[in-house]
């Protein structure tokens, strides 16, 4: 079922239905995340690897800050400036949280979302909600309700309909190991701007591991089904075998999609997961896609076109 009632949404939260929710960056698959049997249903609906933890949200810094045991002055630093926003922190965490949430980890993933509807319904519940991204584990994320509706329909109690996701990528995730503000996912919020607000730099973190310390760290992730083949430009034509992705030029024929026809990483950002499913639904055997300039958003573009290409 597909609306745009924020509080039905709440509704079905607080009895422990899952619930797609629009966010500024995709959209989620939420449930109360202090509800053990209705955090197993998301695991269940998407296929998801329990040792995969979970992202935590609420409407302000003060409740979702309750479920972590300690605070860095860094981590407040970026909640002031970047929260309401595609930013993840991910901090050590109270015992009220339950370990299916965290994968067994000492720490929890925080976020703050901006998009109006989503914080409706966080104003609406006293707990948090865990929302992945509302897809199939491993596939291309949903940026707009049809896309929920078309991989995981049948297995949702209620879409919310809050239209296209502005950012079009997940959020960034910065952790603390070691007390050193370290990014362990790049997402909407670019690593500059995180510089900037903290006034140094901060440590990357690859990803690839087998037992992640964030959600979205696995090496294979955002997959539309067929070979990608990454490169700094192309010559050749789109095909009906062979797709062609350009950015910064217009697609040339009906089997050529762009990214941004003006070369825009936030415009690139925002239709990266749409394009992907474009050539999931086209009948390719493969594409040819481009890396984009690697700054800013361009980044986290790169990362996800590296792991879905693997």
Not at 72 to 80: F, N
Not at 162 to 167: A, H, L, M, Q, Y
Not at 184 to 190: A, D, H, I, N
Not at 252 to 268: D, I, K
Request: include cysteine; proline fraction near 8%.
């Amino acid at each position: 079922m597909i609306g745009t009632d924020p509080l039905e949404a709440a509704l079905r939260l607080r009895r422990g239905q899952l619930v797609a929710l629009p966010t500024e960056t995709v959209y989620g698959l939420g449930a109360n995340a202090l509800d053990g049997a209705a955090v197993s249903r998301i695991f269940a609906a998407k296929n998801r690897p329990s040792f995969d933890p979970l992202i935590l949200h609420q409407s302000t810094p003060e409740r979702i800050f309750a479920y972590a045991r300690r605070v860095p002055e860094e981590a407040r630093r970026l909640a002031d400036s970047l929260w309401p926003g595609p930013l993840t922190l991910v901090l050590e965490r109270v015992a009220a949280v339950p370990d299916l949430v965290t994968s067994g980890l000492d720490t929890v993933a925080l976020r703050v979302p901006s998009h109006p509807l989503i914080r409706e319904v966080l104003e609406a519940v006293d707990f948090p909600v865990a929302a992945p991204s509302a897809n199939p584990f491993g596939f291309v994320s949903p940026v707009t309700a049809a896309h929920v509706g078309e991989q995981l329909g049948d297995r949702i109690d209620y879409i919310l309909d809050g239209g296209p996701c502005r950012v079009g990528l997940e959020s960034t995730i910065v952790g603390f190991p070691a007390g050193r503000p370290t990014v362990l996912r790049k997402g909407g919020t670019p690593v500059e701007e995180i510089e900037e607000v903290l006034g140094q730099s901060v440590d990357v973190r690859t990803y690839g591991s087998s037992r992640p310390a964030a959600p979205g760290m696995l090496t294979h992730h955002y997959s539309p089904g067929i070979r990608l083949h990454l490169a700094e430009e192309t010559d050749r034509s789109g095909t009906a075998e062979h797709a062609v992705v350009r950015f910064g030029a217009p697609a040339a024929n009906a089997f050529e999609y762009s990214l941004s026809e003006s070369g825009n990483l936030a415009e690139a950002a925002q239709r990266l997961f749409t394009v992907l499913r474009l050539l999931a639904a086209g009948g390719y055997r493969e594409a040819t896609v481009p890396l984009v300039p690697d700054h800013g958003l361009g980044q986290a573009i790169n990362d996800r076109l590296r792991r879905a290409s693997q």
